[in-house]
Structure formats: C-alpha cells, structure tokens
C-alpha cells in the first residue's frame, strides 16, 4: 500500500550514490571515478570491498575487489585481463543483482576499468596469462547428451545442483565460498547461466571451476568429449526463450514500431504483430528460485503517443492487497544526452532524479525520487496522459502502459514484482537501462 514498503530498499541503495554531487568538467581519473560511485559503490562499496550500502540486501553478495579473486577467467594467470573485467561489467552477470552496462561508451569503459583496478593488490605488477583453450566442439546428439546426463549423475554434481539440476542438492545448504558468503549453485535449468551460457563458456567452467566458489575444475578428470556430452546436457535442460541472447551487446536497444491512428491498449490488437517483442534480461536483488529473469517488451507510437505492451510468465497471478505481482518503469526526469549521464539504476541520485510508474493489478501510481534524504513523491494521477490496462492470461501477466509523456526516443528500466517469492522488500527483479528509439523501417 504505502509508496515507502515498496521502496524502502531502494533508499538503502541510494544511500551510497545520493550523498555525492560532482559536476566538475571531469580527467579521466575523476570521469571514471565519478561513474564508479554514481554506478557501482552502492554495491561494490567506496573502496571497493564488496561492502556498499545495498549489499546487505543482496544475495549473491558484491564482489570484495580488494580480495583479487575473480570468478569470471578467460586466461590462466593470478589475476583476471582487462579483456575478462571489461567483458562481466559490460554483460553483467545472469541471475544476480550486477548490471551490465553495454550501454556506455568505449571511453566511459576505459576510465571505470582504471577505477575497478586501482582497487585490486598487485594487479599492474602481474603479467595476463594464457588463454584457457577450448577444443572444437563434438558435435551435440541424443547420445552425447545421454552420456551427459549419466556422467552427471555418476561424476557427484547431484549433490549440489540437484537430480535434475534445480541448484537444490542436498549439500547445496551447506556451501560456502572464500569470502565467507553462502552460496548456492545456479539453477542449471533456468538459462542464462552466470559465468557464460554459449556452449564453449560452459566448457570452459566445467574445465576450471570457479575461482572462490567449491564448484571444481574437471581439467584431467574428465575428456574433452566427456565436458563436451556435460555441456550438451546442460544445453538440453535449460529453459531460455529462444532468441534470447544474454550476451547481445545491443541488448539494450528497444524499436519503437510507428504506425497510424490509435494506439492499442487490448494486448490481442493486431496491431502489436508490427512490434518485435524484445528480450529484457532481469536481475534479481536476492536470488531465489523460480525467480523471474526475463519479460518481453514491445512498443508502437503514434508520434503523440508511445504504447509499452510488457509481459512476462509467471504460473500464479498474486493481487492480494498490500503485496500483488506488478511491473514499473523507472523514466529518468532529466534530458540525458549520453548515456554516461543516467541516473543510478536504484532510484536515481541526487541531482539526477527518476519518475517510477507502477502498474499493480489495481492500477498504475507514479512517484518521484530524487535519491536519499529526499522522500519519494506520489505525482497527481494524470489520469488523461497515462493509460494502463493489464490482465493475467494463459501463464502471463500482460500490460500495457500508454502515454504522451513518453518522448518518441528515451531510456527506461523496468522492476517486477513476484508476490509468491519470499518478501525481502522492493522488487524481486530489475533490468539494466534500456535505450527506446522510433524504429528505421516503420511503417
Ligand atoms: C546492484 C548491485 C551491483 C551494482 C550496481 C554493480 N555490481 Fe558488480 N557485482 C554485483 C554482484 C552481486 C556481483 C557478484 C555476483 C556473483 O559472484 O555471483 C558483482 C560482481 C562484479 C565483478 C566481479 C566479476 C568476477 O569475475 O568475479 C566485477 C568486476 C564487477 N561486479 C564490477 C562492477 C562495476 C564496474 C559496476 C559499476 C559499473 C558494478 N559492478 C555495479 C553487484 C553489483
Ligand atoms: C561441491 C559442490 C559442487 C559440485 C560437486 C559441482 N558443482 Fe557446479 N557449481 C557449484 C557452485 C557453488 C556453483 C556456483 C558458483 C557461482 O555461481 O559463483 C557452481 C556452478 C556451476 C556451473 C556454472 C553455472 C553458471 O551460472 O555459470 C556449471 C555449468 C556447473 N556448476 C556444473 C557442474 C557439473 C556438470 C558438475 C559435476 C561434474 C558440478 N557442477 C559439480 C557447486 C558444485
């Protein structure tokens, strides 16, 4: 009901990035700094040892840069390459709360990277190692995938990914990693897995483990052809919609499809076969099973209006009072011009606000926040410039959300509500920010 339960994480995760206020025509040094705390201290904290603000409401917890272990190894050596750093900031990670910013510029990149490292002992003083080398695939068949789920059987995984691989085996309750965190194996059915989800990544973990975590290295266990019929395995398991590609550098991207008259808000309107749905990747705060990791998103103008018809499965529809299934949007206030300048994804920081809309199967409300210290605002209703209608369907939640106020082109990130997954307050999931332009082609 009250705007502050639904909220009440997000000023958490604001604390870090509201306090600040910079501006100042920024070195490089100051530019990478400046997006570090705008972007990543919330989490991974000012000096950069896992322990911002947010992250006692996250699980799985920031990483402890300072620690220099890293799970995410292309090569061999101490400490990961630029190549392996740059490569999980711009993907995120799959399944829990870290982003991935794909959306900034190689430059934005460059400086944050110095920033990420000048946290890290002794990195500039270790030379890259090796590659980790990936044979050529085997090719997938029924038979190697059989040999797969047999060798997964026999080679122990079951005992903490589960028989069937849920991430629930009986030592799963019990595992730990070097910082001292619980951990849990991912659910290896429920894709895009965290450390990679192409089929040589996945070999590539199998091979070596990962670092800080007891998920072993196979290297000299096991055959190629044996990780090889494992990967196919894995393949066969995971529930992902197809086309959906976690690692899709334009993932961001949204085509705002132009069409004549007006805009539907039934979800059963032709007019919606024009839009292509698109994949938005979720990102929960603490994970848990069965948690939702995608919704679709497709989106029609009509140059005075803009329609987002967003929809996601989940198998039971919640709309008790106080605590409901629901989507918002989250809309940056300010005219952003580079994407370097949007505001942090929790809400917003100082000087940098956010307009939440949040459709709940009662209606739609839309709130102000412009970071800590400053409370969250119920906006008046404009009920005449906003229309919404949702409705449960066949497995999935569908709304639609309608609005002049929608520029033709603009960014915004989306936050779901799973009423049937454990409270922990705020959202379940959230996605990165997301760039809507009209569409080349149109029509
Ligand atoms: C909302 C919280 C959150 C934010 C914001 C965030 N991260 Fe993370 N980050 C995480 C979590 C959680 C993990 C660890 C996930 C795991 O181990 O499963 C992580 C892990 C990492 C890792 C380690 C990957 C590895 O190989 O071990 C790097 C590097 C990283 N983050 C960089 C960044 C940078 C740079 C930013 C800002 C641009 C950022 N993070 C913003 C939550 C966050
Ligand atoms: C002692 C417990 C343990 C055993 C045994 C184990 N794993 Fe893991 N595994 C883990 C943990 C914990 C993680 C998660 C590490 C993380 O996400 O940081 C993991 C991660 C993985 C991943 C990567 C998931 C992702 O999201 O990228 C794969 C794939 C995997 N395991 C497959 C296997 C297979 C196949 C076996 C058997 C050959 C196996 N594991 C045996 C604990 C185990």
């Known amino acids: 009901m009250q705007p502050k339960q639904f909220f009440a994480f997000f000023f958490f995760l604001l604390i870090f990035a509201s306090c600040r206020s910079r501006e100042a025509q920024p070195t490089n040094e100051e530019h990478g700094n400046r997006l570090y705390e705008a972007h990543c201290a919330s989490c991974h904290g000012a000096k950069g040892n896992g322990n911002g603000p947010a992250a006692p409401y996250l699980w799985p917890k920031p990483r402890d840069f300072t620690a220099g272990v890293f799970k ?11 190549t392996e750093l740059l490569e999980t900031m711009k993907k995120g990670i799959p399944g829990t709360s870290m982003p991935g910013w794909d959306i900034l510029k190689t430059n934005d990149w460059r400086d944050i990277l110095a920033t990420v490292k000048r946290f890290i002992p002794h990195i500039e003083d270790s030379a890259a190692g090796p590659y980790i080398e990936v044979p050529v695939e085997a090719k997938a068949t029924l038979e190697s995938i059989e040999e797969g789920k047999k ?3 026999t080679a122990g995984c079951p005992a903490c990914h589960g028989p069937q691989g849920h991430g ?8 730990r990693d070097i910082w001292g965190q619980t951990i849990s194996p991912r659910d290896l059915t429920h894709g895009p897995l965290k450390w990679g989800n192409l089929n040589k990544e996945i070999y590539r973990t199998l091979l070596m483990g990962i670092p800080g975590t007891p998920m072993p290295a196979h290297e000299g ?4 052809a044996q990780i090889w019929s494992l990967v196919h395995y894995i393949k066969a398991i995971q529930k992902m919609p197809a086309d959906y ?3 899709d550098p334009k993932r961001y991207l949204i085509d705002v499809v132009q069409i004549d008259g007006e805009l539907p808000d039934d979800p059963a309107a032709n007019a919606w076969q024009k839009a292509k749905g698109v994949p938005v990747f979720l990102k929960p705060l603490y994970s848990a099973p069965n948690i939702p990791e995608w919704l679709t998103v497709k989106a029609l103008s009509n140059g005075k209006e803009t329609a987002f ?4 499965e989940d198998d039971l529809p ?8 629901g989507v918002a949007v989250q809309l940056p206030t300010k005219e952003i011009s580079d994407p ?4 942090y994804l929790g809400m917003g920081h100082s000087g940098n606000p956010v307009e939440i809309w949040k459709w709940e199967p009662g209606g739609l409300r839309r709130f102000a926040s412009n970071g800590i210290g400053t409370p969250l605002t119920l906006l008046p209703s404009e009920a005449e410039k906003v229309h919404e209608k949702g409705a449960y369907d066949n497995g999935r939640w569908h709304v639609i959300l309608k609005s002049s106020s929608f520029k033709s082109g603009g960014y915004l990130s989306f936050a779901l509500w799973d009423a049937d997954i454990m409270s922990h307050a705020g959202p379940e999931t959230f996605s990165e920010w997301m760039q809507y332009s009209p569409s080349a082609e149109g029509d």
């Open 168 to 175: 629930d085996g009986p030592a799963a309750q019990i595992l």
């Open 72 to 82: 995410y190894r292309t090569t061999r050596g101490p400490y990961p390459s630029d």
């Open 318 to 325: 919640d709309m008790k009072e106080g605590r409901s299934d």
């Open 221 to 224: 266990t096991f055959t190629p």
């Open 340 to 343: 370097s300048e949007l505001p």
């Open 245 to 247: 590609n976690p690692s």
């Open 309 to 312: 018809y967003i929809s996601w």
């Open 151 to 153: 060798l997964y059987e």
